[in-house]
């Protein structure tokens, strides 16, 4: 790597629209883009379906900061409902911290102006008072104008209702819940509410429970059912994952009592007597991932034609039921699917390959000629990419482990430095999607790995669950080994093997540089350091994550001690370059701070570099550049190259 090799970074044009947060009702897409030069303002559009020419509607025309915080990873910011042959659009405003409302109707096609396709019936207007607290989207709306929603305050979950009539309300809690909920929705009539709901020590993909509501006239809760089977959670912990409804009495989620988040469809007829209408259980078959954020969909629709997502080995797949038989299966070329949203067979997501970006489709399965999702999908091709490779290896205890191998674009080294990337959550995982900092290294003759290792999702939940009360032990161990097996192999250079994590792939990383002498050297970004300071001053939703993580903190105490790299920094002699904002919630800058001395003490090019203005996760451009550029320099010291 020359001194005058100039770092090239992929910028986002400012003008693209970026189709955040993506829903279609009717014949009507909606999104959410910045307006402006800032990130702290930004507003809902709206255009035709499939009308790629149309020019985008700002639906919201006043000054709005719309984002959900909701448990601190947020999710999607705003709904729109079709209600009585109109929109009802409500959103998250973090300026006033309070729910917004707007109604629009449908312009007649015959009277649309070039980019007017809603016409507005009424003012937004402010439902709620300010709150102390966070809300979600996952709103419901019933036959007499209550909007129903879960909200976060003083560290507790609760249901409320709204009066769409009214403006600048206290909101009316309904239900305070044990602890955590989320994912809100009602049958056809609003007349049943179900939510998940989960408590201490378990995340939701862990264990959590399925409940029913009926609701009376006055927008009450009259009673309340946990679903409850023999065959699936009474004897067992089961993660129930997106329940949706796709009629009036029929509903549909996802549950992981096989092993895999499978399909279940539940019969609600009588909230009394709910039974299980049809089981779907296919090994090797994901219908569901980790719920971090809110809002996480994998099936949409309605009983005549519902459309599944699934992750099925290394690929996603679409599928599409009819009166809950599957009727086709399409193949996709996508790594990631988000933003999926249906209506009737109108179909619209995000995809994501391993040599595009995140592409906005939008597919109607009613045409004829349409024989596979492959017919309708044109996307720009990033050129010089290495495509992943699928590589299984033996990790811990010799079980199968997953990787993705990236090879070199171009012979610059006699042998390649090898970077192996530790991913974060840790229950997360590396699905093969573009990326523009692994490209970036193997068009400089790197080898890049990404490492699956035990814990990550995708693969079924015994291979999520090999992280169990192992963390810091399984997943630097499945690291190490995938280096070791590729050093084996003559295909990287053993002396310049360098791994990277952020998060709770930090953690990972230093541990690797901690136990054994494979690695050279470390770059990390707002990494874990200190389980013990996690445990005491991590936000609400990842209190007790580290109870499944670690152990429970009274009883494994030394095992807190003992995994953290924090308490051991004097022994590793290997340089480091680590990256954390300032504004992080989840881990404390401070404690990278507290550090800084003792990594530059222990090797002249160890590096710590503070952003005053980015959190949990790095946004701003220019400061992803930064992080580029020294890492670029990092590598050419810390590796004599």
Same mark, same amino acid.
């Given at each position: 790597?020359?001194?005058?090799?100039?770092?090239?970074?992929?910028?986002?044009?400012?003008?693209?629209?970026?189709?955040?947060?993506?829903?279609?009702?009717?014949?009507?897409?909606? /999104?959410?883009?910045?307006?402006?030069?800032?990130?702290?303002?930004?507003?809902?559009?709206?255009?035709?379906?499939?009308?790629?020419?149309?020019?985008?509607?700002?639906?919201?025309?006043?000054?709005?900061?719309?984002?959900?915080?909701?448990?601190?990873?947020?999710?999607?910011?705003?709904?729109?409902?079709?209600?009585?042959?109109?929109?009802?659009?409500?959103?998250?405003?973090?300026?006033?911290?309070?729910? /917004?409302?707007?109604?629009?109707?449908?312009?007649?096609?015959?009277?649309?102006?070039?980019?007017?396709?809603?016409?507005?019936?009424?003012?937004?207007?402010?439902?709620?008072?300010?709150?102390?607290?966070?809300?979600?989207?996952?709103?419901?709306?019933?036959?007499?104008?209550?909007?129903?929603?879960?909200?976060?305050?003083?560290?507790?979950?609760?249901?409320?209702?709204?009066?769409?009539?009214?403006?600048?309300?206290?909101?009316?809690?309904?239900?305070?819940?044990?602890?955590?909920?989320?994912?809100?929705?009602?049958?056809?009539?609003?007349?049943?509410?179900?939510?998940?709901?989960?408590?201490?020590?378990?995340?939701?993909?862990?264990?959590?429970?399925?409940?029913?509501?009926?609701?009376?006239?006055?927008?009450?809760?009259?009673?309340?059912?946990?679903?409850?089977?023999?065959?699936?959670?009474?004897?067992?912990?089961?993660?129930?994952?997106?329940?949706? /409804?796709?009629?009036?009495?029929?509903?549909?989620?996802?549950?992981?009592?096989?092993?895999?988040?499978?399909?279940?469809?539940?019969?609600?007829?009588?909230?009394?007597?709910?039974?299980?209408?049809?089981?779907?259980?296919?090994?090797?078959?994901?219908?569901?991932?980790?719920?971090?954020?809110?809002?996480?969909?994998?099936?949409?629709?309605?009983?005549?034609?519902?459309?599944?997502?699934?992750?099925?080995?290394?690929?996603? &797949?679409?599928?599409?039921?009819?009166?809950?038989?599957?009727?086709?299966?399409?193949?996709?070329?996508?790594?990631?699917?988000?933003?999926?949203?249906?209506?009737?067979?109108?179909?619209?997501?995000?995809?994501?390959?391993?040599?595009?970006?995140?592409?906005?489709?939008?597919?109607?399965?009613?045409?004829?000629?349409?024989?596979?999702?492959?017919?309708? &999908?044109?996307?720009?091709?990033?050129?010089?990419?290495?495509?992943?490779?699928?590589?299984?290896?033996?990790?811990?205890?010799?079980?199968?482990?997953?990787?993705?191998?990236?090879?070199?674009?171009?012979?610059?080294?006699?042998?390649?430095?090898?970077?192996?990337?530790?991913?974060?959550?840790?229950?997360?995982?590396?699905?093969?999607?573009?990326?523009?900092?692994?490209?970036?290294?193997?068009?400089?003759?790197?080898?890049?790995?990404?490492?699956?290792?035990?814990?990550?999702?995708?693969?079924?939940?015994?291979?999520?669950?090999?992280?169990?009360?192992? /963390?810091?032990?399984?997943?630097?161990?499945?690291?190490?080994?995938?280096?070791?097996?590729?050093?084996?192999?003559?295909?990287?250079?053993?002396?310049?093997?360098? &791994?990277?994590?952020?998060?709770?792939?930090?953690?990972?990383?230093?541990?690797?540089?901690?136990?054994?002498?494979?690695?050279?050297?470390? &770059?990390?970004?707002?990494?874990?350091?200190?389980?013990?300071?996690?445990?005491?001053?991590?936000?609400?939703?990842?209190?007790?994550?580290?109870?499944?993580?670690?152990?429970?903190?009274?009883?494994?105490?030394?095992?807190?001690?003992?995994?953290?790299?924090?308490?051991?920094?004097?022994?590793?002699?290997?340089?480091?370059?680590?990256?954390?904002?300032?504004?992080?919630?989840?881990?404390?800058?401070?404690?990278?701070?507290?550090?800084?001395?003792?990594?530059?003490?222990?090797?002249?090019?160890?590096?710590?570099?503070?952003?005053?203005?980015?959190?949990?996760?790095?946004?701003?451009?220019?400061?992803?550049?930064?992080?580029?550029?020294?890492?670029?320099?990092?590598?050419?010291?810390?590796?004599?190259?």
């Amino acid at each position: 790597m020359s001194n005058d090799d100039k770092l090239k970074v992929r910028q986002t044009e400012s003008k693209k629209i970026a189709f955040k947060e993506l829903t279609i009702i009717r014949n009507i897409i909606f /999104w959410i883009d910045v307006v402006g030069e800032g990130q702290n303002e930004n507003a809902i559009f709206a255009r035709p379906f499939n009308d790629k020419e149309a020019l985008p509607q700002k639906l919201t025309s006043k000054k709005f900061n719309i984002k959900n915080n909701f448990h601190g990873y947020g999710g999607k910011s705003y709904k729109c409902i079709e209600f009585k042959n109109n929109f009802y659009l409500i959103w998250i405003d973090q300026i006033t911290r309070a729910l /917004w409302f707007q109604l629009f109707k449908e312009e007649a096609s015959n009277c649309r102006s070039q980019n007017k396709y809603l016409d507005s019936i009424q003012e937004p207007r402010q439902l709620s008072k300010s709150i102390d607290g966070n809300f979600d989207s996952s709103f419901v709306i019933s036959e007499n104008f209550f909007l129903y929603g879960i909200c976060e305050i003083n560290n507790r979950d609760y249901l409320f209702s709204l009066n769409l009539k009214k403006t600048k309300q206290d909101i009316h809690r309904i239900k305070k819940f044990k602890n955590f909920a989320g994912e809100l929705s009602s049958n056809t009539s609003a007349r049943l509410l179900t939510w998940v709901e989960w408590d201490t020590p378990y995340m939701p993909w862990e264990k959590n429970d399925l409940f029913f509501a009926q609701i009376d006239l006055g927008g009450e809760i009259q009673k309340i059912k946990k679903f409850s089977s023999n065959l699936i959670n009474a004897k067992k912990n089961v993660s129930f994952f997106q329940p949706f /409804w796709i009629s009036e009495t029929l509903l549909v989620c996802s549950e992981d009592s096989s092993g895999w988040w499978n399909l279940l469809f539940l019969d609600v007829s009588e909230i009394e007597n709910i039974f299980i209408k049809k089981r779907v259980e296919r090994n090797l078959i994901e219908y569901g991932a980790p719920q971090w954020v809110s809002g996480i969909t994998f099936f949409s629709g309605t009983i005549k034609n519902l459309f599944c997502l699934a992750k099925k080995e290394n690929n996603l &797949i679409v599928e599409q039921y009819k009166d809950l038989f599957l009727v086709k299966e399409f193949s996709t070329p996508f790594t990631l699917i988000s933003d999926f949203s249906v209506f009737r067979e109108k179909v619209l997501l995000k995809g994501y390959g391993y040599d595009f970006l995140g592409t906005l489709f939008e597919i109607d399965f009613a045409e004829k000629n349409l024989s596979n999702f492959s017919d309708r &999908i044109f996307v720009d091709h990033i050129k010089d990419c290495s495509k992943p490779e699928p590589f299984w290896f033996k990790g811990f205890e010799d079980q199968p482990t997953h990787s993705f191998l990236y090879r070199p674009l171009v012979e610059t080294f006699k042998k390649p430095p090898l970077l192996v990337r530790a991913h974060s959550g840790p229950t997360l995982c590396f699905d093969g999607s573009y990326n523009s900092e692994v490209q970036y290294w193997i068009s400089k003759g790197f080898f890049v790995a990404e490492v699956n290792y035990g814990g990550s999702s995708g693969f079924g939940k015994v291979y999520r669950e090999r992280l169990n009360s192992k /963390w810091g032990i399984v997943d630097s161990y499945d690291c190490r080994a995938l280096a070791l097996e590729l050093i084996k192999s003559n295909l990287v250079d053993s002396e310049k093997v360098v &791994i990277f994590g952020n998060s709770a792939g930090g953690l990972t990383a230093l541990n690797c540089l901690l136990y054994g002498s494979i690695f050279t050297a470390a &770059i990390c970004k707002y990494p874990v350091i200190d389980l013990k300071d996690m445990h005491y001053n991590t936000h609400r939703f990842e209190k007790d994550y580290l109870d499944s993580l670690v152990g429970n903190y009274v009883k494994n105490h030394d095992e807190y001690i003992n995994r953290s790299p924090a308490n051991y920094l004097n022994k590793i002699k290997k340089p480091i370059l680590l990256f954390h904002g300032k504004k992080d919630k989840v881990i404390s800058y401070k404690q990278t701070l507290k550090i800084q001395d003792i990594l530059i003490k222990n090797n002249k090019h160890s590096e710590v570099i503070f952003f005053e203005n980015e959190g949990h996760g790095f946004k701003n451009f220019e400061n992803k550049a930064v992080v580029m550029q020294k890492s670029q320099e990092f590598l050419k010291n810390a590796l004599n190259l």
